[in-house]
């Protein structure tokens, strides 16, 4: 018998458990992309929209409309002042908040962001 895991979807940032490593840059960018606005916080939650609608959040589907997010990111890192360190550290953090929602949601890991 195999069982099936139910994921909720739609779901809210705040719905997830309070703590998650990454969650507040993960939540801004949302808002930043409910808002039409392209930071480096939206940027990297549109490049990880996918896994992010896997785990049930509600991304909104301007992340879909930015063309190579990964570039973009970088660019607006690079823009602000960080450089390759930076940005790696936030795909970090992401890949972190994504492992650790999917392990607190009974999931097991998905591929990296």
């Known amino acids: 018998m ?3 895991l139910r994921i909720r979807r739609n779901r ?3 719905d997830l458990p309070p703590g998650l490593p990454g969650a507040e840059l ?14 480096i ?7 990880a929209a996918p896994r992010l609608r896997d785990i049930g959040l509600d991304v909104p589907r301007a992340a879909d409309h930015i063309a190579e ?22 795909l970090g ?6 492992d650790a929602a999917e392990w607190m949601l ?8």
């Open 69 to 90: 997010p990964n570039l973009a990111l970088y660019a607006a890192v690079r823009h602000s002042g960080g450089d390759h360190f930076d940005y790696n550290a936030l």
């Open 93 to 98: 953090r992401l890949s972190s908040f994504a």
């Open 106 to 113: 009974g999931r097991p890991a998905g591929k990296t962001a």
């Open 2 to 4: 195999t069982t099936t």
């Open 41 to 47: 916080e939206a940027l990297l939650v549109s490049l």
């Open 26 to 39: 993960v939540g801004h960018g949302i808002a930043a992309l409910e808002r039409g606005e392209r930071t």
């Open 12 to 14: 809210r940032i705040e």
